[in-house]
């Protein structure tokens, strides 16, 4: 897989699994939607918080971040004939973006990928992970993980 | 949704999502297949690495978590309709079993749930999670994540 088709899966994904490490020291992983933002060599991806603003001081994937911003999203086939599984890994550095012009800019993003956004825009922060490694798997490569480059 | 609802989403559950933390601070996550085990009161996934015992010291997943036993599994609906959309997430500590009888038994688990083991048995390393907190969440109870109690 290249780095280029690598994205494309990502940028066609409807739902990746995002892991932040908690104060403590422990793993924390969830499920989120996202869009993928590219621009001049830039890889970002951007998601939302859907609940208002005085609620996500709660969000622990939040307070994650704002302790540790190393994150990890990642993309899969999620099928059940497994010669034509892969997956593609994201490894960043989390941003969070109370408001403003870059926030409203994710959102139309966000908008244009679901229409469930659309329709009822998310109330809360967004998070842009700027992305610095894009990995991946594919079985029927049959070779080991590895860090995918510009071609 | 309560705890028993909860694990019997995680055991239907074809593939779940793996958190680790890498040796440097930082979250790694990959999908992963895998059974779940629940006997008087304990909770335990078991999953298997599919290489070769010699290849295994190679994998990023064993060896965060020799330096740090701290994992998380989500399993989630997948689902486009959002009010739909839930998720489970276990909590736990992991623990590799590179033979014996626990591996033998876990292999067998997994063979009966994923008919592409049983073909093909994994030659790695079991890894064992003890799942110390299930949480959960549920777009159709409209409330915040929470840790789930025996009811």
Request: charged share 30%; proline share 6%; no cysteine.
């Amino acid at each position: 897989m290249t780095k280029e088709e690598a994205l494309a899966r990502v940028r066609d994904a409807r739902v990746g699994r995002l892991a932040t490490v908690r104060p403590d020291g422990t793993p924390h992983v969830i499920p989120v939607v996202f869009v993928l933002d590219e621009e001049e060599g830039v890889i970002r991806l951007y998601w939302a918080v859907d609940q208002k603003p005085k609620a996500t001081t709660d969000i622990q994937r939040l307070r994650n971040i704002r302790a540790n911003p190393a994150v990890e999203v990642v993309v899969d086939s999620n099928e059940e004939d497994w010669d034509g599984v892969w997956w593609v890994r994201l490894t960043g550095v989390a941003r969070i973006i109370e408001d403003g012009s870059e926030r409203e800019a994710a959102l139309a993003m966000l908008a244009r990928k679901y229409p469930q956004y659309a329709a009822s825009p998310p109330e809360g922060a967004v998070v842009a992970i700027e992305v610095r490694r894009v990995s991946a798997w594919e079985a029927r490569e049959g070779n080991p993980s590895e860090t995918l480059r510009d071609s």
